[in-house]
């Protein structure tokens, strides 16, 4: 049996917005916190859901009251991430008991890519039950020029959840990197060199807030100099990133091991683990330190889309 | 452009072995490595570990062309398996860990390497058995018949050896069945993951869990050899980047490798400071004797020998250049304007001394005018000027020469007003001529070949040489700017257990700018230190940065390894920063004196608040944009 992803569509915040939805959505899947980008799609919806579950970083401090205060407004419940996924699995499960396909809507903007990546081993396990379908939704940021002081280091490259390490690729093939960059200076160059791959293919993320696509562009000239293939890609159209990211990581796979390294936008995070989903061979890795600054991203633009598929178990 | 060209440089992991053995140049150390004998092959990322192993594998001998392949096809009488590994596949391996299920992971995970080992001995096996198309010698290479009868109950006692179902007795049965075991490990890696196989049901499900690595292969050889009947056969298991191997095969390997000469050897590549260092060993001292393995370290500490193996590589990879092809690197190069002196205190081929004599007199006048130290040095030397003799014979001929490239630094970075240091134009004729650029690659082919493919692009037809000092001087600069970024972004984990809170980039920048600062802004010392010794005061948590910018080739030690397979201990060693990074630290390329780590760490610290700017390439480095960049929440 494989994991298949199949009726794929996208809609924009906008057209979504306008739309009087009648549909109501099993969960809701976003991110605790008092900026306004993490619930903004949500207020945006409209849709009524079963549950909405609001993921707590691990590494926040909060008072009780504003957990209290956040579960009122939204009609949500706040959980830890492992917790968040016991909770998802339990209603999908409990769904699928009853011969229901559940949707569940998954807000990426403002969750952490490890706690994305949980969400999506989590969704990769119970779907062996039945079909689920799932909607992510993405609110674009405000552009906020990167931030002058010096960072945290690097602590780890790795794969971000044993779901996405890359299974059943050989030792013998070389590794080519699929990599979307990020605006952060020399970050990306240091984790590319790290893996020492034959093949370098560098996805530029493109979006209606240009001055990121000139940060993007200055900060990381020598890989984009250095890439086989520079693919450049619109953030708010993840149906084609899909199909292309896919494309590339199938064609890839006989010669090679594919490691992605999907920095900058998480609508591509969650697009790179959708591919890896799908196939396995392909590794998703992240850097550690990257567990960043959602303060600093914490205001949404207004643009934003959803992209839509269903993940099914089924032969080949 | 030559970015491009440092990243795409010369990586054999992803190079097919006609691609490596076309421009393979063998070094003394590869003659060491190879011989019939256990050996250790220790250097940093980029050193040339995966191109020494995949050349004594069937394949790369089989693919090497030439009189000096012929040789080592002669001499070596034994069949090499290259087992590959990397760091994408150990972390895939390690990636299994699972907090409920930690020996369960240990189990899967000396599964799936042994797997990966038996995998590459049965395609060494299949290749000698396969029939030669080209009847060429080299083809020819450790190619032996057997009768098809042998050969199937080679693959049936291979099979029950290794708890195999094969389809067919055929050797490509074994490899399906490998490829088929390595998925099951998987698939019941990630139910171990999702707690829904317990340890019990791991065991049952996979009778070959606890396969001896060692007597697997050694039987398996043996069985094959009786076959074709060569039953004085001898294979080795040329394992790669094994520090990514569980613990526990690090372990029994290393201490196999004193077993003295077997049927079945072992070449291992390893970082110098891989978790291997840290293996509790039955016997962790280095080789001692003939008798014992050797251990081969791929850097060096004599720089004459790295510059001999560098023309050997820039006459290899000039050959398939139309304008260069037979052409000497001094030619295209040069000779380097300041003598690059090498760890014995011998100076390279640096210009001629007449002119010398001229040059150096124009720069001591122009610091002795503006640096009353020198001026005090000059006086005390009895040194006078403009009328310099740097001959042997000379008084002061050997300190003259010796302080040369430090008033050329000093001159070119220290400012009009004492004390002061002047800017950021750069010294070019520092970094440039065939002994600077031979040193700057540490012989690290890598490096090197990053350089040349970027200084090569510039050669036209009828291009007059040496190639201008500019020229020269951009692509060393750049070269180590793009190392420079790289080590920026390194990770401050490695291997599990070497961890450590100090970025790696910050640590060699507060190295390289306590150096610059003795060199160029206190007063004027004939040798100011340009290397360091780790002394007791250093913490846990500066070694352990210290051991990552070992294993990437970022600092060099002057001493052999002390333990089996790298430096278990760095404590009392001396180290320099590698001579890839001088041109952004501003630092000459040279061997001097020592000082304790402590010492730079104490006067950063003091130095910290005081020093504020900005780092770019035309400047020195500067203290905040030392830190790594964030990868921030994008969008």
């Known amino acids: ?316 | 452009m030559t970015t491009a060209s440092f990243l795409a440089a010369f990586n054999a992991k992803a190079m097919s072995y006609d691609q490596v053995a076309s421009s393979f140049v063998p070094s003394p150390k590869f003659r060491e490595f190879a011989g019939q004998w256990n050996s250790l092959l220790i250097g940093p990322r980029g050193s040339g570990k995966t191109t020494l192993l995949r050349m004594l594998s069937l394949e790369g001998m089989r693919a090497w062309p030439g009189d000096e392949a012929d040789e080592f096809r002669n001499a070596l009488n034994y069949t090499g398996i290259y087992v590959p590994a990397d760091i994408a596949w150990g972390e895939m391996i390690n990636s299994m860990r699972n907090e409920r299920s930690e020996t369960s992971f240990g189990m899967l995970a000396e599964a799936a390497f042994v797997t990966n080992v038996l995998s590459a001995t049965v395609a060494a096996m299949s290749l000698r058995l396969q029939p030669v198309a080209d009847s060429s010698e080299r083809q020819a290479y450790r190619a032996v018949e057997a009768p098809q009868q042998s050969i199937q109950e080679l693959v049936l006692q291979i099979a029950r050896l290794w708890q195999l179902e094969v389809r067919s007795a055929t050797l490509l049965s074994v490899q399906n069945a490998l490829g088929e075991r390595s998925l099951q490990i998987a698939q019941n890696a990630n139910l171990i993951g999702r707690g829904t196989l317990s340890r019990e049901e791991l065991i049952n499900s996979m009778p070959y869990i606890g396969l001896p690595l060692i007597e697997s292969v050694n039987q398996a050889v043996v069985s094959f050899d009786r076959a074709v009947g060569q039953n004085d056969g001898i294979w080795v298991l040329l394992l790669d980047e094994f520090e990514v191997a569980p613990p526990y095969l690090q372990s029994m390997v290393l201490t196999a490798l004193r077993a003295g000469k077997t049927k079945l050897l072992f070449k291992v590549a390893l970082a110098p400071c891989g978790p291997h260092t840290l293996l509790p060993l039955e016997t962790s001292t280095p080789p001692t004797g003939k008798d014992d393995f050797r251990q081969v370290e791929l850097w060096y500490a004599d720089k004459g020998v790295a510059e001999g193996f560098c023309e050997k590589v820039f006459l290899s990879r000039a050959l398939s250049d139309t304008h260069l092809a037979g052409t000497k690197p001094e030619k295209v190069f040069g000779k380097s304007a300041y003598a690059i002196v090498d760890e014995e205190g011998r100076e390279s081929n640096a210009v001629p001394i007449g002119r010398k004599s001229e040059q150096y007199a124009k720069e001591f006048l122009a610091l002795a005018e503006r640096d009353q130290s020198f001026a005090d040095f000059l006086m005390r030397k009895e040194i006078r000027l403009p009328h310099l003799n740097v001959a042997d014979s000379a008084p002061n001929g050997t300190v003259i020469r010796k302080i040369a490239p430090i008033v050329a630094f000093r001159n070119a970075y220290r400012g009009v007003n004492e004390g002061k240091k002047r800017g950021r134009k750069a010294f070019a004729s520092a970094y440039s001529g065939w002994s600077a650029i031979a040193a700057i690659s540490e012989g690290n082919p890598r490096w090197l070949i990053g350089m040349l493919s970027g200084i090569f692009a510039h050669v036209e037809s009828g291009a007059k040489l040496p190639l201008p000092v500019p020229v020269q001087h951009k692509h060393a600069t750049d070269t180590g700017w793009t190392f420079a970024n790289v080590l920026r972004t390194a990770a401050i984990q490695q291997f599990d257990q070497i961890q450590t809170s100090r970025p790696i980039f910050e640590l060699l920048t507060q190295i390289g700018n306590y150096f610059f600062d003795r060199l160029v802004t206190d007063e004027f010392k004939e040798d100011p230190p340009l290397s360091f010794t780790v002394d007791a005061k250093v913490d846990e948590d500066t070694i352990n940065c210290l051991r990552i910018a070992l294993n990437h080739g970022a600092i060099v030690c002057y001493e052999s390894a002390d333990g089996i397979g790298g430096f278990g201990n760095l404590r009392g060693k001396r180290f320099r920063l590698s001579y890839l990074l001088s041109p952004c630290y501003k630092l000459p390329v040279r061997k001097s004196k020592n000082v304790s780590l402590s010492t730079i760490l104490e006067a950063s610290s003091a130095l910290e608040v005081a020093h504020k700017a900005s780092v770019d390439r035309k400047g020195r480095l500067k203290k905040e944009e030392v830190g790594t960049v964030m990868q921030g929440s994008l969008f």
């Open chain 1, 1 to 316: 049996m494989t994991l298949h992803i199949d009726n794929l569509s996208q809609c924009s915040l906008d057209e979504l917005a306008r739309s009087n939805g009648e549909v109501s959505l099993d969960i809701g899947i976003v991110a605790f916190g008092s900026d306004l980008r993490s619930t903004y799609i949500l207020t945006q919806l409209r849709r009524s859901f079963g549950c909405v579950v609001a993921i707590k970083c691990d590494d926040d401090v909060v008072a009780p009251s504003a957990i209290l205060s956040f579960e009122k407004r939204y009609s949500a419940q706040v959980y830890d991430i492992d917790d968040a996924c016991e909770k998802i699995a339990e209603e999908i499960k409990g769904r699928l008991a009853k011969g229901v396909v559940p949707k569940i809507f998954l807000d990426v903007s403002s969750l952490s890519r490890v706690g994305l990546a949980k969400i999506f081993a989590c969704l990769k396990v119970v779907c062996i039950d039945g079909a689920v379908w799932l909607s992510i939704g993405y609110s674009l940021a405000r552009y906020v020029r990167p931030p002058d002081q010096p960072f945290p280091s690097i602590r780890r490259l790795a794969p971000v959840h044993r779901e996405f390490s890359g299974w059943g690729a050989l030792p013998s093939l070389p590794v080519d990197v699929i990599v979307s960059l990020g605006y952060e200076k020399g970050k990306a160059i240091g984790a590319v060199e790290y893996l020492e791959p034959r093949n370098r293919w560098v996805f530029v993320p493109n979006s209606p807030e240009q001055r990121f696509l000139q940060q993007v562009k200055s900060h990381n000239k020598q890989l984009i100099q250095a890439g086989e293939g520079v693919i450049d890609y619109e953030v708010l159209e993840p149906l084609d990133t899909y199909y292309r990211l896919m494309s590339l990581v199938v064609g890839l796979s006989p010669t090679a091991r594919p490691v992605l390294l999907p920095f900058g936008p998480k609508l591509f995070f969650a697009i790179a683990l959708l591919v890896s989903m799908r196939f396995e061979k392909a590794a998703v890795w992240h850097v550690d330190s990257d567990e960043d600054s959602a303060g600093l991203m914490s205001s949404p633009s207004g643009l934003g889309v959803v992209f839509s598929c269903q993940l099914v178990e089924r032969a080949s």
